[in-house]
């Protein structure tokens, strides 16, 4: 008789937990974290995407095949993607709370960032005009962040979401570059910085993996978009550093929709290890693949998805980016094993992403 799929998948990660509390660093973390923590110099872009990612994606541009033609369709059918999107800025930025008002610059962050990435894609400058516009109303009026619970999983997306999109345009007109670092560093970095310092108790174990996941996430493409050798140690040591960290992604919800939050921990790791990748640091290999391991293990026992949810929205766990980036990693990058990965990375092309997701499948990510 099959297993128990909750079941089995409780017994995995505490095995996990087991090998995370037993084992020393050495015996988990792969060699590769011997050699330097970070690179000598930056390479711009060098977060999501790279020089070299744009060139690839620019040549596939006149392909009418799926998976690329679906998600060309997807992005730029979304109302985020249309040039002239305004901007709606705010001084103080509540992220939980009666007051809450993060949507605004979720929302903003995403449509800079589509907006950014099809510039590279067209070439059609009213694209990079839009992102850069965004983003400078958000530097010019940014001052703090707040919210309860203490700074949660919102509080960490806001700095890499909007740290992607300006690494994509850094070098466009009128693109004040110096004040939005400026604002990531002063004022959402050190938000990130508390947390990852002196985690809150006021979340459930369940929620704790995600939340600190947004906040290395936010960590490592500030450091990365300012030249920060400290901010970019800081963020990638707490992968190769910590075996909790890496042990506990995915968490276990008792199946259904919430899974949907698992696979978020799943995507913000494999965002993380993409923008580590594009600096030349491997944390994809980090305690013998662990993101490939539970990938495959959580894959398994998805459910079937009833339809591809539209961009910025929760959609479902089986839509995750998580899957494609994974994949585009693990199998076309590596050479490696991973049908569970790549029957949901199958489903998620056209085109998951959004809200606290980051990375568009069949647009960005060949298979």
Avoid at 130 to 158: E, F, K
Avoid at 196 to 206: H, K, N, R, V, W
Avoid at 221 to 234: R, S, V
Wanted: glycine content about 8%.
């Amino acid at each position: 008789m099959p297993s128990d799929p909750v079941t089995s998948r409780r017994s995995f990660l505490h095995s996990v937990a087991l090998v995370g509390a037993g084992v020393s660093i050495a015996g988990l973390v792969d060699p590769f974290v011997a050699t330097e923590a970070h690179a000598a110099t930056f390479t711009h872009p060098g977060l999501l995407h790279t020089s070299a990612d744009f060139t690839d994606l620019t040549a596939r541009a006149g392909e009418t095949a799926d998976p690329w033609a679906s998600g060309w369709d997807a992005v730029r059918a979304d109302a985020r993607s249309q040039t002239g999107w305004s901007a709606s800025p705010v001084a103080e930025l509540n992220v939980g709370g009666s007051d809450e008002n993060f949507t605004r610059l979720l929302d903003d962050a995403h449509a800079a960032y589509q907006n950014a990435l099809l510039w590279k894609l067209t070439g059609d400058a009213a694209h990079a005009d839009t992102a850069r516009d965004i983003l400078n109303a958000w530097s010019q009026a940014l001052t703090s962040v707040s919210g309860t619970p203490l700074l949660g999983q919102t509080a960490g997306i806001h700095g890499f979401v909007l740290a992607n999109a300006a690494e994509i345009v850094r070098d466009h007109e009128g693109f004040d570059t110096a004040g939005f670092a400026a604002m990531l560093t002063d004022v959402l970095h050190p938000v990130s910085d508390a947390y990852l310092t002196a985690t809150p108790d006021t979340c459930g174990e369940a929620y704790g993996t995600n939340w600190k996941l947004s906040h290395i996430a936010s960590a490592l493409a500030i450091g990365i978009f300012c030249d920060d050798t400290a901010k970019m140690d800081q963020a990638t040591a707490l992968i190769t550093d910590t075996p909790r960290i890496m042990n506990s992604v995915p968490y276990v919800w008792d199946g259904g929709a919430s899974d949907r939050y698992s696979v978020t921990g799943l995507s913000l790791l494999a965002a993380v290890c993409e923008m580590a990748w594009s600096q030349g640091v491997d944390l994809y290999a980090s305690h013998d693949n662990r993101l490939l391991a539970a990938s495959e293990e959580i894959a398994r026992y998805e459910p079937a998805s009833s339809e591809v949810p539209l961009l910025g929205t929760w959609g479902t766990s089986a839509t995750s980016p998580a899957w494609v980036i994974i994949h585009h990693h693990y199998v076309t990058r590596k050479g490696l094993s991973a049908p569970n990965t790549a029957n949901l990375a199958d489903r998620a092309r056209a085109e998951g992403g959004g809200f606290d997701r980051l990375g568009l499948g069949g647009l960005a990510y060949s298979l």
